[in-house]
């Protein structure tokens, strides 16, 4: 394969993985989750690490509202590497199917609530607000159901965002550390 295909490879995994990051329904491999509704997503792309996303389903019951946290993991070094080392291109395969980890966790309902009504003390200012220089190459982000309202920054993002930010850096964790048991 020439260096020219695995550029086109290294793209369509690039592609690949991001559109499993952002709906973490899609990826042919997971559980389905029949009947759960999409409340929010986070992510977190560090220039060097592995991607994150992070999407929260719920099922209502009449009994008792039933939600998971879906974590999606790119191992993107990896995929870069194998499309990029000749050697372990040909050990591992030049194809275009990103090395996905996916872990799907139940969420305490009255942790999330907690966490939740805090966001919805912070304001953020949108309009004229910009990060500045992107120094470390990090994108972080946020939306809900319907992709409204989307949030994303680079770095600690906007001064004025500095509370939103932190909360949603402390979600991450928790979702994070949720997944990691």
Known sequence: ????????????????????????????????LTSYWLRLRLWHYPAFEAYHSWSVFELRRREAALIVVRQVTWDRPYDCQRLRDPLLGLQEGFH?????????RPLDVSELATRLAAARSVSVPIVGQHSGICVDGAMFGYEEQDGSPRLEWCCEGPAKWREFTTWARDMMRWLHDTCAV
């Open 1 to 32: 394969m020439t260096a020219e295909q695995r550029t086109k490879e290294l793209h369509e995994t690039e592609q690949r993985a991001h559109s499993y990051l952002r709906d973490a329904t899609a990826i042919p491999s997971a559980p389905l």
């Open 96 to 104: 275009s199917h990103p090395k996905i980890e996916l872990r799907d």
